[in-house]
Each structure stands twice: as C-alpha cells, then as structure tokens.
C-alpha cells in the first residue's frame, strides 16, 4: 500500500486468494478508494481488473487516469488530446506498468459467472492474468447460486456473493477488493 499503516494493519498487504473490503458510509469515497488502489497496484506493474455495477466505464476510466497522473478531474479536462496523450506517454517512461482493464456490467444484472467469462476471454484474448481484481461493488452484484428473490435477505444474499467472488480468486490465484456500504443507521452510530 502507499499508505504505511495498512501495510502495518496487513502485514505487508492483502494475500491471493482474499476477498478485502472497504466498509464506509454513504458517499465518503469507496469508489475511489477501489479506484485508488487499482492505479497504485497498476503503478507497482500488477495486472488488473476492475469489475464495475455502479459507475460507468468511461467515468471509473476518467477517475482512474486522474488518479494516475495525480490530478484533479478540471486539469485532466483542460488538456487537449495531444497534452493527455504526451502526460500518459511521459508517466508511461517513468516506470513499468500494470495493464487495466475496466468492464462494466449493469447494476444486478451480473455474477461471477459472468466476469469469469470476461476473465477468460481476456486470458485468451490478450494473454493477461490478472492479479489484482476489484468488485465495485458487492450490493451491486447478482449471486449466481442464489435466486433474485432471495435478495430480501441480504445477509444471506450478499454473504453468498462473497463466498461466489472469493472462489474466483481461488481459481485465479488473485487479491479481491470490493466495497460495502453500511446502511443508514450504521453510519450515523457512535459504535
């Protein structure tokens, strides 16, 4: 991690075969802190995939390149094409880079089932395993053993989920991220 004291917390970081998550209120950030994490990790030459039910593929791609370059959202968007263009190949020089790759499902309308698909189309594709998968995020997810009905308990539901996504960085050998939400009456407790 940038950030020491996560690396204290974990011991040097997050394992394979994990699922990790980020647990914060409503809009404090947990997007991009996904975000976040997927450009540092593509800054330290990991490959990743960040697996977005939420926010739009152009919008996460937008973040991610100001969160790459280190700027904020006005200056990326006062450049022209040609300027965007030389700050990428000059950020490209100063070292050895990851690769990203950004796929959008709709919010629901996807499990792990599906970005298995996509994973192995990419495999097959590109010749790239990811090592460094993010889930944008878990509420946002259908389950793949669970019926749609069974959504009522969320618990159960989202707990499934999980268990769905933390297979899949078992068969990839891979870190998970994700974000959960906590719900109204927990973000405002003391606790």
């Known amino acids: 991690f940038r950030v020491e004291i996560l ?3 974990t011991r040097g970081g997050p394992w394979r075969k994990t699922l990790n998550a980020i647990n914060a209120g409503i809009n404090v950030g947990k997007s991009t802190s996904l975000i976040s994490l997927a450009a540092d990790y593509a800054a330290d030459g990991w490959d990743v995939v960040y697996f977005t039910f939420e926010v ?13 370059l280190g700027i904020d959202f006005d200056t990326l968007e006062a450049r022209s094409r040609h300027e965007y263009v030389a700050s990428i190949d000059a950020k490209a020089r100063l070292g050895t880079y990851g690769q990203i790759f950004i796929k959008e499902f709709p919010a629901g ?19 790239v395993k990811p090592t460094i998968m993010l889930f944008d995020y878990v509420g946002e997810m259908a389950s793949e053993r669970l019926p749609f009905h069974m959504m ?3 618990n159960l539901y989202f707990g499934s989920v999980a268990r769905e996504i933390r297979s899949l960085m078992f068969e990839f050998d891979s870190v998970g991220w994700t974000a959960l939400q906590f719900n109204r009456e927990m973000q405002n407790t003391k606790d």
């Open 109 to 127: 309308g996807a499990h792990t089932g599906h970005c298995r698909a996509y994973l192995k189309d990419l495999m097959k594709r590109k010749n």
């Open 152 to 154: 009522g308990n969320t």
């Open 7 to 9: 690396n204290k917390i």
């Open 56 to 68: 739009a593929a152009n919008l996460i791609r937008h973040r991610m390149d100001c969160a790459m």
